[in-house]
Structures are given as structure tokens and as C-alpha cells.
């Protein structure tokens, strides 16, 4: 059941999202009026809701953030600099959008500051988004190896 987050959900939600992303993210992604979800047996929040859109779940595992696709569109509309970024090739876009995997050797551009297992947003050239996921490679590895599979894509744009 969906609940209006309090002053401490936010500041807590907002903390994550500045440590796992960066500076001003948590603003980006959560404004004031989103809801939450909870787990009824541990009563901590699962998952993260702005107007019916599911903007990110919290990992019981890590206490880390999952990015929905209407996060990661927030993050990209609000934050100048988006962090945690992978740019491929448009001419794979299509297949990025269906929920494939991002290969090494399709990757233009990815923040240097990406370690294996983080967060990411997958981006075509033109900075339109196709995915998010996660990192299997650092940013460098990334623009350095000609093979193996660079993200792990969670959800694609087109997929259902």
C-alpha cells in the first residue's frame, strides 16, 4: 500500500541517491510529494513512487537504488551533468531498447566514474534514453575493451 513519504524518507532517499549518483541527484529524482511502498514484514521501503510512476526500488540486499526508466527520464530532464552514464551507437539502439545487453565494443562514451555492479542509464548519441541497468565493466573497461558485455540491462525502453 502506497504512503506519502515523510521529511526522514526523503532525506534518507535523498541521501542514497546523492551518495550513489552524486551531488544533487536525490533533489533531481525525488521531489516532495512521492510515495512509498513498504515491506510488511520488515516495514522498510521497497519501492519509490511520483504520480502512479515507479521512479526506483530500494535493494533490501545493499540499501542501494534501482532505477526505474521514469527515474532515469528525471534524472536526465533535471540533472545537468547526468552521472552514471554509458552512451552507445545509435544504430543499435533498437536492440539496447528491447532489453539486450550493452556490449563493450558498442560503447561511445561512459562516465569515468562507473565501477562494475553500479547503476547506469543507457543513452543513444543523441542522448535519448534506451535502457537501464548495470555496470559489469568500469567506464573504462568499458571504452577500452573490444568485447564481453559492458551493461547488464535491467529493463529496456521498448520491452514489456
Do not use: C
Amino acid at each position: 500500500m502506497k504512503a506519502e513519504a515523510s521529511w526522514q524518507d526523503l532525506v534518507k532517499l535523498r541521501g542514497v541517491a546523492n551518495f550513489q549518483f552524486g551531488k544533487n541527484v536525490g533533489d533531481a529524482l525525488f521531489p516532495d510529494l512521492v510515495e512509498v511502498v513498504r515491506s510488511s514484514k520488515t516495514k522498510r521501503i521497497k519501492l519509490i513512487y511520483y504520480k502512479n510512476e515507479l521512479l526506483a526500488t530500494l535493494r533490501p540486499t545493499d540499501g542501494y537504488l534501482s532505477l526505474s526508466l521514469p527515474g532515469a527520464k528525471r534524472i536526465l530532464r533535471k540533472v545537468k551533468n547526468p552521472p552514471s552514464l554509458v552512451v552507445v551507437r545509435s544504430d543499435i539502439g533498437d536492440f539496447i531498447k528491447k532489453g539486450r545487453n550493452v556490449f563493450a565494443k558498442h560503447t561511445i562514451k561512459a562516465d569515468d566514474e562507473i565501477r562494475p555492479q553500479d547503476e547506469v542509464i543507457v543513452v543513444d548519441q543523441k542522448g535519448t534514453l534506451l535502457a537501464v541497468g548495470r555496470a559489469m565493466l568500469s567506464g573504462e573497461e568499458m571504452l577500452s575493451f573490444k568485447s564481453g558485455v559492458a551493461v547488464r540491462v535491467r529493463r529496456g525502453l521498448l520491452e514489456r
